[in-house]
């Protein structure tokens, strides 16, 4: 199968607008008679589930949580990008495009990165219009910072909590939508299959986890806004229910599945400290502004940071890269404090950490301006290490946050199969190999509120569908599948729980497939993986039964996806022979140790096609063109 | 050094409420919490309890959450009678067990109100909150059409106190710690944020009489300026926000 990404022809400004006009148009009356899926309710989904309502669209909206208020996109902490030059520092949409598809490390397409630069400025707009209460000068205007990967300040934000604000805004436009019937909302629903009919998308098998019903609903086109797959690491900043089974349902009925092996780890995260712990905190990347990234020059050196003089300290980022300091991009300053604590630099009692100084900028600016800003996150910080950071640094080390690979989508945000539409993180199109700050929310919000209700009304008009109802084979051939599965994980009552198997999936996957990678090592996991799936379905436990609220069930899904997904990403890594972004090869690395692409052979989305449990999956390539940028090593310095 | 050295075990005697659905009748259990770390956090305790109740083929105890950095609402229990247990403007899970000393009795129930229905265990039916904000709790603008972001300067004193008020995680914690069951913070938080901001002020007469008849509907008593709402808040929001969605409330009655 030929892959295109039906990006339009022409000069790229002029590309989003061309295509506008060139869509086929739903007319207002003949709106209502379609009907919408959208599964999930963070940025994406909740502002596609609204935006299409208000268009008309009647539209049923799914989330795993009690209320669509509570989706992960809510723990976003710094801020949203946009290209408004508000800072008047030289931002434009062409400087937003560039620094996006380098911090991408020219691993996404052109004209989708574009599109996204040129709504961005709508986003804020549109927020602000909502009531999201962003940060002000004191002259009533709308206050700026800036994120790693930029020179200019475009980071909108509302303190440390803008993920927050954001969604609340969105579900705010979803609930307005509820209260006049353009959205039926179901709450505390698993989606564990998508169904397919003639070839389209048409519809939904979920699980009401309240009383474990299984429920299938009909629609014309299905929106998936299911958000990344970084749990697969069993410890991430992710939510404990963020799951890819949703995604990894739809490329099991033949959506192509985008460059798994692209995950970003951020650097700032609080470090893991036990066997028992269920899930890493995030510290924005915000905090980058005024924190000073540093280790001990000297390995070993175990004096208490207050000891250690100005001498004596390695502040590496800035040292290393002084044009950028310590606002690199999220995979530079990962990998640097990787390569810190391999040389013993690093700080506490594992080692694992780095320290992230507020001294300075306490010094500077006094405490007071730095706790308007940071307040809420020193706070988080000391409620879980019991330190305050206002007087010793914080201590920091990467983690997994995020993940750039997904479903592969097409310009109209339509995977590979007709009618099934991908949102926000669970797609892969905009962030290449690395995702900078602050640009997963604009992704999120541009998706829902200003591409998905235009090209869902091009295909909708242009797209034959035939009357479909729920007793279709298709339908029951799903619910038997859904239900067998259940029946056998509850049936084979072994000796290990499902968080048993995640946490081994979990140390196989950052062993191996995390912030460094080998070609031996890939090999090695691929083994490991096919074991634990085997051992799996063999000796799990899962208490309780189908027909019950049951968490443990719930969880035990998601967990034998993950274990099968885990697969795929190796086997995406192993054919990635090159390092880029999130993707670090050791085998492919320059002098420095910075990531050493291969234009020549790897410039191109990998797009894997499920060929059967038994099978390795197919590979698929969309070449990637840049006809408007230089394609050129990285450099930070 | 760090006080992340000071980390030691625990053992804790937990009393439990289970109750298998809404229309059954519920009880306290008792379980043994042995060796607990006092770095983990309350979710993670009881994370271990479950892996041991499902390893000896018991129900284990069922809980909302998902963020686990306090800050989805998905989360909360009464703790010895406190919402999200002892600590100020912390979340259950956010909550760490070093606040806890070796031997004690923690008592661990949901969320009582006649507008949240137990689900089970631990969990609750929260949905009487969405429906409140479905009554109002939004600026009507549809995507699109929307002026420069810049166009309306904002003063900064107004929009920290709208922050202040949309801090709210909608987590509960307010009406399970009022004598009266009130949702009064939760939707003074909501009226104060939109009233605050220039945008919200055409609807603002309108929200407030909307979200008050529909807190009333939904079975939430009244406050009684009783204050444990404020006291128990993990996002600290000020009951100032109910003064205001009382001015608010009856000026709206006024017009």
Known sequence: MQLDSKAPGGPLPEKWDKHLFELKLVNPANKRKFEIIVVGTGLAGGSASATLAELGYNVKTFCIQDSPRRAHSIAAQGGINAAKNYSNDGDSIRRLFYDTIKGGDYRSREANVYRLAQVSNNIIDQCVAQGVPFAREYGGLLANRSFGGAQVSRTFYARGQTGQQLLIGAYSALSRQIAVGKVTMFTRRDMLDLVLVNGKARGIVTRNLVNGSIETHVADAVVLATGGYGNTFYLSTNAMASNVSAAFNAYKKGAFFANPCYTQIHPTCIPVHGTYQSKLTLMSESLRNDGRVWVPKNPGDKRHPGQIPESERDYYLENKYPSFGNLVPRDVASRNAKLQCDLGKGVGETGLAVYLDFQDAIRRDGKAVIAKKYGNLFQMYEKITADNPYETPMMIYPAVHYTMGGLWVDYNLMSTIPGLFVLGEANFSDHGANRLGASALMQGLADGYFVIPYTIGGYLAGTKLEKVSADDTAFKAAVEAVEMRIKKMLSIGGKRTVDDFHRQLGNIMWEYCGMARTDNGLAKAKDLIADLQVEFWENVLVSGSGSQFNQSLEKAGRVADFIEFGKLMVTDAMARKESCGGHFNEDYQTEENEAKRDDENFCHVAAWEYAGDENEPNFHKEALHFENVELTQRSYK | ?255
């Open chain 2, 1 to 255: 050094m760090t006080q992340q050295n000071s980390s030691k075990n625990i053992n804790l005697t937990l009393k439990v409420w289970r109750q298998v659905g809404p229309n059954v009748k519920g009880r306290l259990e008792t379980y043994q919490a042995n060796h607990i770390s006092t770095d983990m956090s309350f979710l993670e305790m009881l994370d271990v309890v479950n892996e041991e109740l499902i390893l000896n083929h018991r129900d284990p105890i069922a809980f909302d959450h998902d963020c686990r950095e306090g800050i989805c609402g998905m989360c909360g229990a009464m703790v010895n009678g406190r919402a999200h247990g002892p600590e100020k403007g912390t979340t259950l899970c956010q909550l760490h067990m070093r606040h806890f000393s070796d031997q004690d009795t923690v008592i661990i129930e949901p969320w009582r109100s006649r507008a949240f229905r137990i689900i089970k265990d631990l969990v609750v039916d929260r949905s009487a909150f969405d429906k409140i904000i479905q009554a109002g709790g939004y600026i009507s603008v549809s995507a699109g059409g929307t002026p420069d972001a810049n166009v309306i300067p904002v003063p900064q004193e107004a929009a920290e106190k709208a922050m202040d008020a949309a801090a709210c995680i909608g987590c509960g914690a307010c009406v399970a710690s009022c004598p009266n069951a009130s949702a009064m913070l939760f939707v003074g938080a909501k009226v104060s944020h939109l009233a605050l901001l220039p945008q919200g002020i055409p609807e603002a007469a309108i929200r407030a009489l909307a979200m008050v008849k529909k807190m009333d509907d939904c079975g939430f008593g009244n406050c009684t300026n009783e204050t444990e709402c404020e006291a128990e808040c993990p996002k600290e929001i000020s009951i100032t926000n109910i003064a205001r969605l009382n001015r608010e409330y009856i000026k709206a009655g006024l017009l």
